[in-house]
DNA sequence: TCTACGACTATTTTT
DNA sequence: TAGTCGTAGA
């Protein structure tokens, strides 16, 4: 057994404050770099050292997958014994697991099946068209965003008020629609997974006070991107007596568009009011610039609890700011550096691009193809995300489920066996009218002899050939029913047609999923709540989507958006596009909240760094075929100056006339006398005047139509031609 | 059933 | 500008 003692000579002081609190519960507020993990880790192995709490009283809840996988094998690795008894998983596999275990409860059958955003929105889009409603205007994104927003925030659709208006109603009854929907296929998608799991706990005395009574020690991490029914789930279990501790760094807060709240976390104290606070400032990460600019940005937020990073280490370099004259410029500037640094003998992976929106990386990725650079783009699709694996596996859903209708959409004519949109549409029509799946709507009409001699023989073989593979496997060894599944459907055959790459990386990825069912190894858990082998794996395929695209053993430059940096270091970090309108995004700049959530987004990223850090903007840029004249964004202008070095440029002493006159609106900068403008309702016109500055600009023009008006710059929106 | 063309839109993304 | 998506037509 682990010594106390042996324990704490890693710790330091407010590290061990935090890990030995007897507290009933804590909140250790963790800057970025202080060591969060290791708090967490220590305080698992300190609950179970010095407190003599079973391993089974423990629940230690992550967000990711890979934050969970972490933190047991560091549980693991500290304790010198496999993390076993204690749960710690993600709130979804931890929801997972309860539904799994109480589907009766739950009111779920025993093969439910969960349903990831791609199902859901596939769902959605067929609810909306089965109440007739118009996509153009009811958007199957805007409307799965509501719905999930409802149910993250724990609401049905009974219980939203529409007050009587026709656009929220109508908004209730897609959400209505596609929950009955979901109930009689046995789906479950993501948001539904929490809020079942917390109804079932709610609505069933005996099954919370068991588990009330069994994790008396609660820990989660990241909880400043907790939701609503996430916060409400951990505060359920927690009931009156247990233990809980929270972890989290209110000013890393980047997921609110999600349904995160940081009034979670700064909420916590009021919430449970035993709490004690713990701040854990000391980075063990990043050289002090890097750590006092970081400090000097967040400092302008104004809702935070308060931190300042501070680090033993030197001052370290200066940070590097590259102000390019365009896009183009500032990636070359970029490809560059990377290269010098590779040349004087840094690894590839050492060093990361970290930037705000997707698109950016293109120019990028050139610049480094120039150079010979080897680099990786992280995003885009996971390998349980591609078609192909989403064709094979909505397959085997349906063998296992046959009432799952978003596998049997998927599948139904693909590869196309005759079954097009008509007769799809005759089924589709025949289950809403019977209220019943999909499949069984295909029994009822082949019973009836509704369709067309050519389209009822190929229903029929698509029927029996699913029963078939059901009759025929074993749902405890699913290499041979997916071998069969590839090959019968004749998907290899589909995908052999496609252009010969494309067809290698599909008929790749196929072998790879072959390979995946072979070596799948059913978790003991599962076994033991009497789960097959074949749900096991969908359930864990849903989950977890699995590795990003890599093709590289090469060290590689990492690419990756701000975003999916949280969490990650690197020696060097360039810090790319930092302009008004791109970062802070534009969509985020009109609004306290948001304009906050992008400035915790730049801490994030400058955090990142440990050694060197490099920003850069450009003063133009192309932006939807449009070359646009950039201000430099305004949190360059929050660092000091001295710990500065701008390599070109300088938006320090920026000229407050010209390029830069207008930070808040880039655009102004092409606005000047003599230019062609339109207006979208005086149409075109020519600009004859300029006064008075920044926001307060006036612009006068001459409509061609309208005469001359005098306009406020900043709301005329006007457009150079 | 497949292809081609025109319309539309354009942050961030784990589970 | 460019990529996606839906529909019309072969």
Known sequence: MLSTHKLLINLNEAQT??????????????????????????????????????????????????????????????LETPARGMWIGTFHSIALRLLTMHHKEAGLPKNFQILDSEDQYRLIRRVISDLELDEKQWQPRMVQSFINGKKNEGIRANEIDDFGDDNSSTLINIYQHYDDHCNRGGLVDFAEMLLCTHQLLLNNPPLLEHYQGRFGAILVDEFQDTNDIQSAFIRLLAGTKNKIMVVGDDDQSIYAWRGAKIDHIIGFKDLFPNTIQYKLEQNYRSSNNILHAANAVIKNNAKRL?????????????????????????????????????????????????????????LLEENLLKHNIAYKVYGGLRFFERMEIKDVL???????????????????????????????????????????????????LLKNN??????????????????????????????????????????????????????????????????????????????????????????QVSLEAGERASDKDVPCVQLMTLHSAKGLEFPYV??????????????????????????RLCYVGITRAEQKLFMTYATSRRIRGRTQGCAPSKFLREVPEKLVNQIQ?????????????????????????GVLVSHKIFGEGTIIELSGQGDYTQIMVEFQDHGTKILAAKFAKLEVI
């Open 17 to 78: 404050a935090a890990v030995t609190t007897d507290a009933q519960h804590s909140l250790v507020l963790a800057g970025a770099g202080s060591g969060k993990t290791r708090v967490l880790v220590y305080r698992i192995a300190w609950l179970l050292a010095a407190e003599g709490i079973s391993p089974y009283a423990i629940l230690a809840v992550t967000f990711t997958n890979k934050a969970a996988a972490e933190m047991r094998n560091r549980v693991a690795e500290l």
């Open 306 to 362: 308060g931190k300042e990073l501070w680090s033993q280490q030197g001052d370290g370099e200066l940070i590097q700011y590259y102000g390019a004259y365009s896009e183009y410029d500032e990636a070359a500037f970029v490809a560059e550096e990377i290269d010098n640094l590779i040349d004087s003998g840094i690894d590839g992976d050492q060093i990361a691009i970290l930037y705000r929106s997707n698109m950016q990386s293109r």
């Open 394 to 444: 909505a397959y085997v859903r349906l063998i296992n489920n046959r009432h799952d209708d978003v596998g049997f959409e998927r599948v139904i004519n693909t590869p196309t066996r005759g079954l097009g949109n008509k007769t799809v549409n005759q089924i589709r029509n025949c289950a809403l009218i019977n209220q019943v799946s999909l499949f069984s709507a295909c029994q009822i």
């Open 450 to 539: 509704s369709l067309t001699a050519r389209a009822a023989g190929s229903l029929a073989g698509f029927i029996n050939m699913i029963d078939e593979f059901d009759n025929n496997h074993d749902k405890e060894q699913l290499n041979p029913l997916f071998d069969d599944v590839i090959e019968r459907t004749g998907l290899r055959d589909h995908y052999q047609k496609e252009p010969p790459e494309k067809a290698l990386t599909r008929l790749e990825n196929l072998d790879e999923l072959l390979n995946a069912a072979e070596t799948f190894v059913k978790p003991q858990e599962d076994d033991q709540i009497g789960m097959t082998a074949l749900s096991s794996f969908l359930a």
């Open 574 to 599: 360039f810090l790319v596009g930092l302009e008004q309108g791109l970062f802070p995004h534009q969509n985020s700049m009109e609004d306290p909240e948001k304009l906050q959530e992008e400035r």
């Open 649 to 673: 440029g300088n938006v320090f002493t920026a000229p407050r006339g010209g390029m830069f006159a207008n930070q808040d609106n880039s655009a102004f900068a092409q606005h000047q006398p």
